[in-house]
Nanobody, 116 residues
Framework: QVQLVESGGGLVQVGGSLRLSCAASGRTFSSYAMGWFRQAPGKERELVAAISRSGGSMHYADSVKGRFTISRDNAKNTMYLQMNSLKPEDTAVYYC?????????WGQGTQVTVSS
């Protein structure tokens, strides 16, 4: 079992920045790959960024490349998403995700709203 808790969402103006955090517990943090997903109203949940267990490999959706940075601190059991140059289309609920032994685990989500 893996428990995930996101924090750091909020309201920001276009061009601003936010940093999301995902605190994990329940299993050895470095034993599972993780990622950030988002879901906007009326749209399907989509992958934003993913990171390997060691943090040495990252993947980004084309829509956020060059603006978002995913990272993890295995000593603190925490994953981050640094979001810069935010756009109105980044508005969504952001979810932390972990895959452990073939099972998917999700956080409760944190709202990010980018106002123009």
């Amino acid at each position: 079992q893996v428990q995930l808790v996101e924090s750091g969402g909020g309201l920001v103006q276009v061009g601003g920045s936010l940093r999301l955090s995902c605190a994990a517990s329940g299993r050895t943090f470095s034993s599972y790959a993780m990622g950030w997903f988002r879901q906007a109203p009326g749209k399907e949940r989509e992958l934003v960024a993913a990171i390997s267990r060691s943090g040495g490999s990252m993947h980004y959706a084309d829509s956020v490349k060059g603006r978002f940075t995913i990272s993890r601190d295995n000593a603190k059991n925490t994953m981050y998403l640094q979001m810069n140059s935010l756009k109105p289309e980044d508005t969504a609920v952001y979810y932390c995700h972990a895959n452990y032994e073939g099972f998917d685990y999700w956080g409760q989500g944190t709202q990010v709203t980018v106002s123009s």
